[in-house]
């Protein structure tokens, strides 16, 4: 990732976040490993609160050898799906902006 796509996914969480006194309820993170983001709900376990549970609902892998990102949802069956609409785009911005527009309601519910 380079250092501009870096900044453009660190805006875009930023910006997706809910209001700082939610936070301890629900927040919004990232993880990249291995050419591959993951973005998920950060949210207490509905049983237990002191477990705090990742729920991924959005994935991006670039592929070096296409020069392309690639943009994934994640299905009640747990399953990684192509999103179909946009499937992928040689510009990380234009695929974050697919999951904040969410207008099939893959990633927001």
Not at 2 to 31: C, N, V, W, Y
Not at 52 to 78: C, D, E, M, S
Request: proline content about 7%; some cysteine.
């Amino acid at each position: 990732m380079t250092e501009k796509e870096s900044t453009i996914l660190q805006a875009f969480i930023e910006a997706m976040r809910p209001p700082e006194h939610i936070r301890p309820q629900l927040d919004i993170g990232f993880s990249y490993e291995k050419q591959c983001i993951e973005l998920f709900e950060i949210r207490p376990n509905w049983r237990d609160k002191t477990i705090i549970q990742h729920l991924p609902f959005a994935r991006i892998r670039y592929l070096g050898t296409q020069n392309v990102w690639k943009l994934y949802w994640h299905r009640a069956n747990g399953k990684w799906v192509s999103y179909s609409p946009y499937p992928e785009s040689p510009d990380l911005d234009l695929l974050l902006k697919e999951v904040d527009e969410d207008g099939y309601g893959c990633f927001k519910g």
